[in-house]
């Protein structure tokens, strides 16, 4: 089991930042994608970011420029910066892990709330 939880969230301004934390309970070296996910109110789950072992990260078009995923794997802890913020990233921020292979991991935490207000 990989205990993850999110902190960092928060109400901001529109064109204001914040940066998201992702502690995990266990090594972050093992996994293969550690991610950012977000969901806002009526709508699907939808991946922000994704950085992986081999040090390749992606973005959701939406935040492309103006969000950045990280890790720092000596300390377990995966980071998710987020500048010029919109009201429409709006959303409670989760963190995920996924490890594929004979035996995949899936591992989800609780969330962090983000408010962006205009």
């Known amino acids: 089991q990989l205990q993850l939880v999110e902190s960092g969230g928060g109400l901001v301004q529109a064109g204001g930042s914040l940066r998201l934390s992702c502690a995990a309970s266990?090594?972050?070296?093992?996994?293969?994608?550690m991610g950012w996910y977000r969901q806002a109110p009526g709508k699907q789950r939808e991946s922000v970011a994704a950085s992986t072992t081999g040090g390749s990260t992606n973005y959701a078009d939406s935040v492309k420029g103006r969000f950045t995923i990280s890790r720092d794997n000596a300390k377990n802890t995966v980071y998710l910066q987020m500048n010029n913020l919109k009201p429409e990233d709006t959303a409670r921020y989760f963190c995920?892990?996924?490890?594929?292979?004979?035996?995949?991991?899936?591992?989800w935490g609780q969330g962090t709330q983000v408010t962006v207000s205009s």
């Open positions: 266990g090594s972050i070296a093992v996994t293969n994608v």
């Open positions: 995920n892990a996924k490890r594929f292979g004979p035996v995949p991991w899936d591992y």
